[in-house]
Each structure stands twice: as C-alpha cells, then as structure tokens.
C-alpha cells in the first residue's frame, strides 16, 4: 500500500463489483447453453483474429513513428464485455496482457462518472492502473450493440516521448514518479466520437514530439474506430448473441486446453534468480529478482519475492504480471488461442508488497518496460524452460534465455532537413533466441516478447533521421554456447550526419553480466554494451573511400557510458551499440565439434571461443578429432577441481 494518500484509488482493479454499475449501463450477454457448432466457432474465432490483423495494419499506416511503421512496438485487443481478453494482435505481448486491468478500473471508476457512451474512449498511461509505463498510452473504446455494452477494443503504442526530464521520458537521473513523466489515469479523449481538444492538448503539451504524438493518438483511435466497424458488421452478419458465445468459448477452450496440457507435465517447483544492474544514472548497485513457478495438476502458481524497488527500474503489479505470461503463451500455448481471459484462470500470481516489480507509488517506472518488466519477463521465460526440460514430451517446446534486455537509445537533435526530432533507434528488434533441446537459437531472430517485432531498415533509418551507418551486423560469440548454441545477436556503429550534433539518453541492464540464461548447463549470452569512438578517422576513411565493417577499423578515443547516460556527440563521434543473444541449451563440450568448426567458418564463434569454452581444436578449418577429445576431457577435470566463485564452500 502506498503511503501516498489517496494512492490507492489507482491501483489495478483485477475484479470489479458489477452490481455496483449504473442502472443504465446494461452489460451484453449471453447463456451458456446458446447453440453455437464447431465451424461456426471456427469461422469466427478467425475472424476475430483477422480484426485484429487489420486494427494492426491501421495503426501502423496512420502513424507516422518509426516505432509502430518500422519497428510494430505496438499491440491491439479484443475484449468482452467485462474486459476479458478474448485475442490479440502478434506484436509486443505485454501490452497486450495489460488491458483487462484498465477495463475494468474504468467500469469500477468511470461507469457512473463521466460515464462509458458509444462513441467513447479512454486514453491511460498509469502505470499502477494498468499500463506497462508511461510511454506506453493504452486508448481503450466500448463497443455498444443496441443499448448494451457488447465489449472493448483496445491499441497500444510505445509514444516517443511524454514529458519528463529527460528524452524520450525515461529519467535516468530520477528516484521516483514525481521526476517523471506524469501517469495518466483512464481519461475520456474521444466523446461521442469526437477527439477532445482539452484531452489532446494535456497529452501534446507535455511532449517533446507533440505533431508525432498527435499522429500517434489518431493512429490509435483509427485502430479502435475500424475494429468497432467490423465487430459491428461480424453482428450483422451473424447476430450478437452468437459473436458473443464464440468469444466465450474461445476463452473457455483456451483455458480448458492449457490445463489439459499442464495435467500432462509432472508436478514440482522450479525457481530462477535474476539480476538488474544500475537502478539509476548515478548507482552502480545490482538488484535480485527471485521466482519460484510452483506447477500442481492443471494450473501454476508464480510466486516473486526480491529487493525493494529502487531508482527507475521498477514495475508495477501489471508490468509483473503481464511479464510472467509472456513465457507462458508461446512455450505452452503455442497451438492454443491467447485469449487471456481464459489463460489468467489457470494462473495465480503472489508477489511481496513494494518490491521492484511489483512497485508502490510513487517509485520510478518510466523505463517499466525495458527495465522491471523485461527483468521479470527473463525470470519466467527461465522458470518455464526448466518446467518443459522436465519432461519428455514437451521439453522440445522450450527455448533458453533469449533478448535478456533491450538496448535503448533515446536521442535528439536538428535533422538534416533542418526539423526538430526526437526518436528511439529499435534496431535492438534484431536480437538472438535462445537455444533449443534439439537445435541453435534463431540468429537475430528478434525478441521473444515481441513476436511480431521488426528491426527497422537502416535506410529507412538514413532517411528519416541525420545518421550514416557504418555498419549493422551479427556479432561474433554473442550466442550462448551450449550443446545447442543460443542466436546470436547484432550490433550497430553510426555517426551523425548532416548535423551538428546530437544529444543522448541511453538506458539498459545487463552490461554488468549477461540476462539471457542458458538452460541444462547452457551458457549465457554476451552481455550488452555502449561504446563512443570520439574524434574518430571516420572522415578521412571516408575521403580514402574505405567504409569501416567493425568498430576496431576506427581509430578514435574510447568512452565507454554506463547503463544509465546522456551525453552528446559530435559529428566525427562514432557510436556503437550491442545488444543481447539467446542463451545455450546443454553443456558446450557435448555439441558437435563439426558444428562448433561450422559456426567458426561462417563467425559466429570465435577461435578462442571453440578451444576456450568448447573443446574444439582446429587445424586450420578442420576439427582435430584426438586434441578435441583431449582438450575437452581437461576442461571437465578443471570442472571438478576448480574452487567455488568467491572461496566459499
């Protein structure tokens, strides 16, 4: 409980009173026993599926941010009445997981005041309410059949920057919510389908991309207007009642098939501790996440205990939850409906009070996303593998450690058109999943909580902002070695161009130790890392008509940011960035030397790397089979005689 008065009014509301609703708010529904048949259900599952691809395709065309046209950091759902997440689009799952605890804080707090009409919606970035954090605004609109509430629609999008102190609103310096940017509750935009200028300008004034943002808004309340359209016309056609029936029973199969699945896994308890590094700009601390996935006939139990929240790393009980789900969806239910509404029944989630992840106001969650919740994302992906790796039948669904934290890079300056700008660079999208039992790890696959995430073009990149890349490419040893090697990841190196300079905010965990974990004796990945070149021989390499392909072709002085920076750079300032792998399912020494000599031709590991942490001897490109099996029988001796890390016992 805070010990802010008057906190508690916004915390996420997971069940609601709905006798407590205004008499002329009348919910749709429908009768268990409605007669629906199996093609039926078929047919409209899909299309409420299909609704949700085009609401996707809306938002991206009308939004003018590289973050949702390039990048997809965005999501879309469909809800019933009650704010049940029936589907859902394939971008970033948290924003998704989200969405029934604003719903039903609205029906709680805004059903009688100012009230839920057709035509409606409410925008919210509150991180306690319900959103990931303050960047990510949630806009959220009723859909009415006749005179009852039939369901909801919802877009989220990942807004460039929403005020604060810092670009991009992620406050790096700061402590707590009051330095951020400011959490907006469940706030009526859109009235009688009309956008309320006062809403806009609350939102707009606040912003350091107003005209993006207001793109960004109208992009969202076009998404909820063409999946209210076609909801309606899928009524029409089919009538309310039976739409409603296959929404209820999409959930009720998803959660009747998760559980059958879970009756088929052994019970037990598996546990996993993580680590984030650096809470803020100025400390140099690192904070333990502990989690213990409790499995019991058919359904889950995730229990999260750790430090207290600190700096701007936390998140907020949705964030954790959203987090926790992630590892659920597509390792268990792979060929299962994500309708949340149905998922939630089968898991159960306890968390201590005013920890990092699951946060009191007024801690800092501004970088939520790609700090505490990513933190609890990596913690359940883990707990879940290990669960799978237990058994026979299911342990070829899981995947290691994967993306184990995002890369960000906030920057703003003068483009080359002589415009103001503000952006996030999303080339971290291209990062490495983790290893299988039974093959690699997709090599800049993408991030795993964002299935339908895109690392942007970099000419699209060239032309939208005042940079020149060097080079964007697969970098060597960032796979976690393993008998199953995790993917490996990329990395980027650019300059300003056709400005004068350019200023910087960057932000992530994971450079003091690798987050993407092996599983079964698999190794992490790379850890990740920022990198400033200044008064580099870019220019003159230029000049000589060399293009350099690796940051140690540019000569220049090395600085090195910590986790949490800002700072500016020039126009001979070359900046490199690198980002996360997956991490290695099984023990390296136990993968084929053939394969290890295979990854070294094409670089994915390094010489030193294969006879390190391998075993592999090579001659030339070619396995030496006898010093192979000598060098790795002296590794496991070394294994057994080595002292334990930090002379303990």
């Known amino acids: ?95 998704a997981s989200v969405t029934d605890l604003i719903i039903k804080w609205i029906l709680e707090h805004r059903a009688e005041n100012p009230g839920i009409e057709p035509g409606d919606m409410f925008i919210c970035n509150d991180p306690w309410v319900g959103a990931v954090h303050q960047n990510d605004a949630v806009v959220i609109a009723p859909v009415f059949h006749e005179d009852e509430l039939f369901g909801w629609v919802s877009s989220t999008l990942h807004q460039v920057d929403v005020g604060g102190n810092e670009i991009g609103s992620f406050s790096i310096e700061d402590d707590d919510a009051f330095a951020e940017a400011e959490p907006v509750p469940p706030t009526k935009l859109v009235e009688d389908g009309e956008l309320r200028a006062d809403v806009e300008d609350l939102m707009l004034r606040k912003s350091r991309a107003a005209p993006l943002l207001g793109m960004d808004l109208r992009a969202q309340i076009a998404a909820n207007n063409v999946a209210i359209d076609r909801i309606h016309e899928l009524v029409d056609d089919y009538g309310a009642n039976t739409v409603k029936a296959v929404m209820n029973e999409t959930m009720d199969y998803a959660e009747e098939s998760l559980r059958a699945r879970l009756r088929e896994l052994p019970d037990g308890v598996w546990r996993h501790v993580a680590y984030q590094d650096v809470a803020n700009a100025a400390d140099r601390s690192v904070y333990r996440t502990r989690l213990e996935l409790r499995k019991t006939d058919d359904g889950l139990t995730f229990r999260v205990s750790g430090d207290e929240s600190a700096g701007v790393i936390n998140t907020t009980y949705a964030g954790m939850r959203g987090a926790l789900t992630t590892a659920v969806l597509p390792m268990l239910c792979y060929d299962i409906p994500w309708a949340l509404g149905g998922i939630y029944r089968v898991l159960d989630f306890e968390a201590d009070d005013g920890i990092m992840v699951n946060a009191e106001y007024p801690a800092g969650t501004g970088m939520a996303a790609v700090a505490g919740t990513w933190h609890t994302a990596n913690l359940s992906n883990v707990c879940v593998a290990k669960m799978l790796d237990a058994s026979d039948e299911y342990d070829e669904e899981l995947f290691a450690g994967s993306s184990g934290s995002w890369v ?44 339908g995430g895109a690392a942007p073009n970099v000419e699209s990149n060239e032309l939208s902002f005042p940079m020149l890349y060097l080079y964007r490419k697969e970098e060597t040893d960032s796979g976690g070695p393993g008998e199953h090697r995790g993917g490996v990841t990329s990395s980027m190196a650019w300059k ?120 592999v001897v090579l001659d030339g490109g070619d396995v030496d089979a006898a010093a192979t099996d000598e060098r790795r029988e002296e590794i496991r001796e070394r294994r057994l005689t080595a002292e334990p890390w930090g002379g303990g016992a």
Do not use: C
């Open 408 to 451: 960000t890079m906030n920057v703003m300056g003068v483009d080359q058109r002589g415009e103001f700008f503000v952006t996030q660079f999303m080339d971290p999208m291209a990062g490495g999943w983790g290893a299988r039992t039974h093959s690699d790890g997709v090599n800049t696959g993408g991030i795993w909580v964002a299935p």
């Open 496 to 615: 300003a161009h056709d400005t004068d300079g350019l200023a910087h905010v960057v932000s992530s965990f994971g450079a003091a130790m690798p987050t993407s974990e092996g599983v079964s004796g698999g190794h992490p990945s790379n850890a990740v890392r920022y990198e400033l070149l200044r008064d580099s021989d870019v220019a003159d390499q230029f000049a000589d008509g060399t293009i350099p392909a690796d940051r140690d072709d540019v000569d220049g002085e090395t600085e090195v940011p910590q986790p949490k920076a800002k700072f500016e750079t020039g126009a001979d300032d070359v900046y490199y960035s690198r980002w996360q792998g997956g991490g290695g399912y099984g023990d390296p020494l136990d993968r084929d030397p053939e394969a290890v000599a295979e990854d070294v031709s094409v670089g994915y590991v390094s010489k030193t790397e294969a006879l390190e942490t391998y075993g």
């Open 1 to 95: 409980m805070s010990q802010i008065p008057g906190a508690d009014k916004y915390d996420a509301v997971t069940e609601f009173d709905e006798a407590a609703l205004p008499d002329d708010l009348d919910l749709h529904t429908v009768s268990d026993d409605h007669d629906l048949d199996t093609v039926t259900f078929e047919v409209l599952r899909h299309r409420l599926g299909q609704i949700n691809d085009e609401q996707g395709t809306t938002l991206k065309r009308v939004s003018g941010s590289p973050i949702a046209t390039e990048a997809n950091d965005f999501n879309v759902t469909i809800a019933d009445e009650r704010g049940e997440t029936v589907s859902f689009g394939p971008y970033v799952m948290y924003h």
